[in-house]
């Protein structure tokens, strides 16, 4: 379902709210159109005796005006004119006294009633009966069998009639007739009437109920969202604001779990701080102390191994420098930039070339920069503060200068683009296969057989810089064809000046 993405997940609440309450409104609607079809079939049976009894009525009444006045006519022969009537007078007054009498009155004077012995047709009797179809034609019918005056279902040539009986006072009997299946039709299309609202109201329902889910579920949907899109050191509470309230106390738990963990976080890089500036005050008294022995007159062997001490604690310092680094560009909960702040790519690009350029310089580097010599270039700015993106640079570069053979060559290319600052490091050393390129980015990991001096911290101390940031770092070979070099691509967001 396109409203609900996670319909098919059998733990999904959608899918049971939806799937109970379908069932529910299943079962509710077949009981409901159910009870209302047998309630309208019975009363639509009811209403078609009703109907026959009616016409049977009316036959009577003309049957019963029809010989009042043929009585009144042979009075008026003998003399009789009605009480200071003329004889038209009394004539139609006779007429109309008959058509305009009561039910009941009628029923009284010329009806037998329903439990008088001579209130039913005899076998071999023969009736005239009227039909209801085909334009009230009447059937003489002679019966096989007695029948008492009311409704029955009778067959007659062949086919089966209801057929209403009411006997006169005088013993004439007077029937209508209906069609059994013109009188079944009828009564199913009412029947079918009476429970077609129901059971076109059923998927309605079930419409408006995930309608009214979708909107009742917004909210939740759109939490999702702003959690998913949150990088993974935003640890700020979220925002309670039009949240349900069913869900508020599940926020407001996850808010506090988010505070206690943001604290131990907090607590993590303060004890990493800490404890890589204790290694840093030891490490620098070594250094000294080992600088002043390889000033002492020393064998060429001792000379050697205090040479081998003196790069081990140099590495070591390396190593604290690049916890503290990565740590830092890890911490959370930074103020964001002002607007007329960001990082000038010329100015800190310049700066780390020019401190980088040494080393490159005795392994016979080729170091090159590409895309600052443009007017513009220095409004070109980064939404990122300076001392980060000269960490992304410092690592790339020292890394592709250490990876680069002797005589090797290293660009650095800036790109500028609408909204992004694209920066790529190329180099012409080995380059990373496709599936080490995800792993390289782990703190500590290094590739197999890699002979290069380093900690493995640099590249992950880009990711961590660069996923802060709102940008993306991603590898690939720097010559695609040899598949050699490395080519390093940092996209930031752009920083407009104001």
């Not at 009742?216 to 949150?230: F, H, I, N, Q, V």
């Not at 907090?266 to 500036?277: G, N, P, Q, S």
């Not at 420098?321 to 909960?333: H, I, Y």
């Not at 607007?339 to 580097?365: F, H, M, R």
């Given at each position: ?62 049957i019963v005006q029809e010989r009042y006045r043929d009585k009144i006519v042979e009075l008026t022969r003998g003399g009789f004119y009605g009480p200071g009537s003329m004889l038209g007078e009394s004539v139609e007054a006779s007429n109309a006294e008959v058509l305009t009498m009561d039910d009941s009155v009628f029923e009284d004077s010329f009806e037998l009633d329903d439990d008088s012995p001579r209130a039913m047709v005899q076998a071999g009797d023969t009736v005239l009966v009227r039909m209801l179809h085909k334009r009230g034609r009447a059937m003489s019918v002679t019966f096989n069998r007695p029948y008492w005056d009311g409704a029955h279902t009778v067959e007659l040539f ?341």
């Amino acid at each position: 379902m396109r409203f609900f993405p996670n319909f098919a997940h059998s733990s999904s609440i959608i899918r049971r709210v939806v799937v109970g309450c379908s069932a529910v409104l299943i079962v509710f609607t077949v009981i409901t159109a159910l009870g209302s079809f047998a309630v309208g079939y019975e009363a639509a049976k009811s209403r078609q005796d009703r109907v026959l009894k009616e016409v049977v009525g009316i036959l009577s009444r003309d049957i019963v005006q029809e010989r009042y006045r043929d009585k009144i006519v042979e009075l008026t022969r003998g003399g009789f004119y009605g009480p200071g009537s003329m004889l038209g007078e009394s004539v139609e007054a006779s007429n109309a006294e008959v058509l305009t009498m009561d039910d009941s009155v009628f029923e009284d004077s010329f009806e037998l009633d329903d439990d008088s012995p001579r209130a039913m047709v005899q076998a071999g009797d023969t009736v005239l009966v009227r039909m209801l179809h085909k334009r009230g034609r009447a059937m003489s019918v002679t019966f096989n069998r007695p029948y008492w005056d009311g409704a029955h279902t009778v067959e007659l040539f062949g086919k089966q009639y209801r057929i209403f009986l009411r006997t006169l006072s005088d013993g004439t009997h007077v029937a209508a007739g209906q069609l059994l299946t013109e009188r079944n039709r009828s009564i199913l299309f009412s029947a079918l009437t009476s429970a077609a609202p129901i059971l076109i109201l059923a998927p309605v329902m079930l419409l408006v109920l995930l309608f009214v889910l979708w909107k009742a579920l917004r909210p939740l949907k759109k939490l999702a969202g702003e959690l998913d899109e949150r990088r993974a050191e935003d640890l700020k509470p979220i925002n309670t604001k039009g949240v349900p309230e069913e869900v508020k106390r599940l926020v407001e738990a996850t808010n506090g779990l988010l505070e206690r963990v943001g604290e131990l976080r907090r607590r993590e890089a303060r004890f990493v701080a800490d404890a890589a500036h204790e290694l840093r005050s030891p490490m620098t008294a070594l250094s000294l102390q080992v600088d002043r022995l390889s000033e002492m007159p020393l064998s060429d062997d001792v000379k050697a191994r205090v040479q081998d001490i003196k790069n081990a604690i140099e590495r070591t310092t390396n190593l604290v420098t690049q916890l503290l680094a990565l740590k830092r560009a890890q911490a959370q909960g930074e103020e964001s930039l002002h607007p007329n702040e960001g990082a000038e790519c010329l100015k800190v690009i310049s700066t780390v070339i020019a401190d980088l350029y040494w080393v490159a310089e005795q392994k016979q580097i080729s170091l090159n920069v590409e895309g600052l010599e443009a007017s513009d270039a220095d409004q070109l700015r980064a939404d990122i503060r300076e001392a980060d993106l000269a960490a992304i640079v410092r690592n790339l570069v020292h890394n592709a200068v250490n990876y680069t053979q002797q005589g090797g060559s290293v660009c650095v290319r800036v790109e500028n683009t609408p909204d992004k600052v694209r920066i790529c490091v190329a180099d012409t050393g080995p380059g990373i296969a496709p599936d080490e390129r995800e792993r390289v980015f782990d703190p500590f990991y290094r590739i197999l057989g890699s002979s290069a001096p380093g900690t493995g911290l640099g590249l992950a101390i880009c990711r961590a810089i660069v996923d802060k940031a709102a940008g993306s770092i991603s590898l690939d070979w720097a010559d695609p064809d040899k598949q050699r070099g490395l080519l390093a691509t940092v996209e930031l967001p752009r920083r407009r000046v104001l």
